[in-house]
């Protein structure tokens, strides 16, 4: 079992940064794809950015790429998104997830509670 618990969110104006993270506890994050998704208001909930594998490889939304960054501290087990040049549209609920590789909500099957990010413009 993995427990997940994100911090960092609030209210951010547009063009401005926030960094998230995603403390883990119950197993090592480097046993997993680790992964942050989120929902805005009255939609689904969609892929962001994933880091997998003793490379860190990852992976970006087109939607985020350029301004986001996924990164993990393994020795922290912990994750962090970093949200650069933050706009309206990446208002949301962020939630962390650890798991399998891909992008589908049913490849991770450990959720945190989310955070929310509001960006106003």
């Known amino acids: 079992q993995v427990q997940l618990v994100e911090s960092g969110g609030g209210l951010v104006q547009a063009g401005g940064s926030l960094r998230l993270s995603c403390a883990a506890s119950g197993r090592t994050l480097s046993l997993y794809t680790m992964a942050w998704f989120r929902q805005p208001p009255g939609k689904q909930r969609v892929f962001v950015a994933s880091v997998r594998g003793p490379g860190d490889n990852t992976m970006y939304a087109d939607s985020v790429k350029g301004r986001f960054t996924i990164s993990r501290d393994n020795t922290k087990n912990t994750v962090y998104l970093q949200m650069n040049s933050l706009k309206p549209d990446d208002t949301a609920v962020y939630y962390c997830?650890?798991?399998?590789?891909?992008?589908?909500?049913?490849?991770?099957?450990?959720w945190g509670q989310g955070t929310q990010v509001t960006v106003s413009s």
């Open positions: 997830a650890a798991g399998d590789y891909g992008t589908g909500i049913s490849n991770y099957d450990y």
